[in-house]
């Protein structure tokens, strides 16, 4: 198979959506669809959910929440699938941003009880950012929620973009008889089945076929006669060109928990939905087609498997082949780097892979080397852009429960912040460790993984700082004066780069009046001149 017809055939996309939407089920029912696995446990609720396929992560389970992104892949109808299945709880939102660099499309999944929320605009941002296509799937049919009408206008209103129905509801709730297809004119009727692809489901291909008003019953038969007619009226067609722009979302409806909706959802996606995307370097444009290798980090993982202490870097490939056994630069570290087993993954089951293409993901075991944002190639001295951290908002200092375990204390915070489950910053004179979050939940995974993962007892003593910002200047003796002067609120990132620790945010805005040749940065992403580093080792 030639490169263009490899490419034709990937589609990477995320799922994203505010917690408790039904994100995580919906991932495992596209994956039932795919064949990926064979039955699915039903996701009640946090209190007795079963862990579902891409929760692995022990605190996932017992949680009921995604704290990590889960990477798989599967094959469809020809076609090969990657599904990363993101964070939805707002305290792991950094995750989910990195995850978005690394997708061509998203699939939105809207609660249609709860409508928009809060982190789904914050989702939808940073997806309007890059223009990237979304599918809109409301979820919840089968519960009593809101009219799709005032849902399609929410969505409109809220999230900055236009909708244009695919599938359209027959009732809601305890009404819910099933979904009319406007893309393919079917009909397919709802039976309740958690676990398996149902095999009895009714198509009718006319709305005007006499069948309809025997098995929906003639209201409800004349009901969605005039919504198809509304719909057809008042919406635009589909067009195609506007979606892969990021201007018009196609909507489902369905009931993930019940595999209802989810094939038609997974039919039109593949067909729809955008081959991988060129990627944007500090140096130029990649294309996917380009004949050389290139990738980035966009996601590092430690002890995936607790019984082996692994540590995953996860590649998303840009251009070219990737090829077991094979050097590859390494362009942060200016060094060449092999890879012996690279994986591919269907949540926690691996398996080594030979070649990836363009839109796959391959995880690469790591000894150290690799931090987020890294860049791969065949010797071209690139580096892909987009993937910063930003300022955290809650600061507290690590405390060793157990002196016993220092080390196994170091390591663990080293690798864990290396992941971006958190930031870490060092403060003297004392040597002293600070974390940086942008919510609380994050504390709570990070104790656990350093206890359960490493054996290493810590708790957290909160700190006075609102917010963190990185510093640079060309004006040495201006830096050098606020070193002096605000030596108590500087640390260290992992980088060794300068970071500044506000008080407050009126105290961040007086510390900018006070020294205007020093330039506060609010993300990592910014270019760090030499003598900046200069400037700070000198001092220090």
């Given amino acids: 198979m030639s490169q263009e017809e490899l490419l034709r055939k990937r589609r990477t996309f995320g799922i994203i959506s505010h917690p408790d939407a039904g994100k995580t089920t919906l991932t495992e029912k596209l994956l039932l669809f795919?064949?990926?696995?064979?039955?699915?446990?039903?996701?009640?609720?946090?209190?007795?959910?079963?862990?579902?396929?891409?929760?692995?992560?022990?605190?996932?389970?017992q949680r009921g929440i995604s704290v990590a992104t889960s990477v798989m892949g599967f094959e469809y109808n020809g076609y090969k699938v990657n599904i990363l299945d993101t964070p939805g709880h707002k305290d792991f939102a950094e995750d989910t941003y990195r995850t978005l660099t690394a997708v061509d499309s998203v699939i939105l999944v809207v609660d249609c009880v709860k409508g928009v929320?809060?982190?789904?605009?914050?989702?939808?941002?940073?997806?309007?950012?890059?223009?990237?296509?979304?599918?809109?799937?409301?979820?919840?049919?089968?519960?009593?929620?809101?009219?799709?009408?005032?849902?399609?206008?929410?969505?409109?209103?809220?999230?900055?973009?236009?909708?244009?129905?695919?599938?359209?509801?027959?009732?809601?709730?305890?009404?819910?008889?099933?979904?009319?297809?406007?893309?393919?004119?079917t009909l397919q009727l709802f039976s309740p089945n958690r676990s398996k692809i149902s095999s009895d489901i009714?198509?009718?291909?006319?709305?005007?076929?006499?069948?309809?008003d025997t098995n929906i019953g003639e209201k409800p038969a004349n009901k969605l006669r005039e919504d198809v007619e509304l719909i057809e009226g008042v919406y635009e067609p589909f067009n195609e060109e506007l979606y892969l722009e990021g201007y018009l979302a196609p909507v489902f409806f369905g009931s993930a928990i019940n595999n209802?909706?989810?094939?038609?959802?997974?039919?039109?996606?593949?067909?729809?939905?955008?081959?991988?995307?060129?990627r944007v370097t500090e140096e130029r444009e990649i294309l996917p087609t380009e004949k050389n290798f290139s990738g980035f980090i966009f996601k590092i993982h430690a002890n995936l498997d607790p019984n082996h202490r692994d540590r995953i870097a996860f590649c998303r490939i840009v251009s070219g082949k990737f090829e077991r056994n094979k050097f590859y630069q390494h362009?942060?570290?200016?060094?060449?780097?092999?890879?012996?087993?690279?994986?591919?993954?269907?949540?926690?089951?691996?398996?080594?892979?030979?070649?990836?293409?363009?839109?796959?993901?391959?995880?690469?075991?790591?000894?150290?080397?690799?931090?987020?944002?890294?860049?791969?190639?065949?010797?071209?001295?690139?580096?892909?852009?987009?993937?910063?951290?930003?300022?955290?908002?809650?600061?507290?200092?690590?405390v060793n429960?157990?002196?016993?375990?220092?080390?196994?204390?170091?390591?663990?915070?080293?690798?864990?912040?290396?992941?971006?489950?958190?930031?870490?910053?060092?403060?003297?004179?004392?040597?002293?460790?600070?974390?940086?979050?942008?919510g609380e939940l994050q504390f709570e995974v990070i104790q656990f993984r350093l206890l359960a993962e490493y054996g290493a007892s810590c708790a957290f003593r909160p700190l006075g700082y609102e917010k963190a910002c990185w510093f640079t200047s060309d004006n040495k003796a201006a830096l050098?004066?606020?070193?002096?002067?605000?030596?108590?609120?500087?640390?260290?990132?992992?980088?060794?780069?300068?970071v500044f620790l506000a008080d407050s945010m009126w105290a961040l805005k007086m510390t900018?009046?006070?020294y205007p040749d020093i330039q506060f940065h609010f993300t990592s992403e910014f270019k760090t001149e030499q003598s900046d580093i200069r400037n700070a080792n000198a001092w220090k």
């Fill in 401 to 438: 429960k157990d002196p016993m375990k220092t080390k196994q204390l170091e390591k663990g915070i080293q690798q864990l912040t290396d992941e971006g489950v958190a930031q870490l910053f060092t403060q003297q004179p004392g040597n002293i460790k600070i974390i940086g979050t942008v």
């Fill in 117 to 185: 929320e809060e982190q789904t605009r914050k989702l939808m941002e940073v997806c309007r950012m890059r223009n990237t296509p979304v599918i809109v799937f409301i979820n919840k049919l089968d519960r009593e929620g809101q009219d799709p009408y005032d849902l399609l206008e929410e969505i409109e209103k809220e999230l900055n973009i236009h909708t244009r129905p695919m599938t359209w509801p027959i009732g809601v709730g305890s009404t819910f008889q099933g979904v009319y297809n406007l893309y393919d004119k």
């Fill in 331 to 398: 362009t942060r570290l200016d060094k060449k780097l092999r890879f012996s087993s690279p994986t591919s993954f269907m949540a926690n089951e691996k398996s080594i892979v030979d070649e990836a293409f363009p839109g796959d993901v391959v995880g690469l075991y790591d000894t150290g080397n690799f931090k987020i944002g890294d860049t791969l190639t065949e010797g071209e001295m690139i580096h892909f852009k987009g993937i910063p951290s930003f300022s955290p908002e809650i600061f507290k200092e690590l």
């Fill in 34 to 61: 795919g064949g990926a696995i064979q039955s699915a446990g039903a996701v009640k609720s946090n209190k007795v959910r079963k862990s579902a396929t891409s929760d692995f992560m022990e605190i996932e389970k």
């Fill in 512 to 514: 900018q009046d006070n």
């Fill in 260 to 278: 209802f909706g989810v094939q038609e959802l997974l039919d039109t996606f593949v067909k729809i939905a955008p081959e991988p995307r060129p």
């Fill in 202 to 212: 009714v198509a009718i291909k006319e709305l005007n076929d006499g069948s309809l």
């Fill in 480 to 498: 050098d004066k606020f070193y002096t002067i605000k030596r108590h609120n500087i640390a260290e990132d992992k980088e060794g780069r300068p």
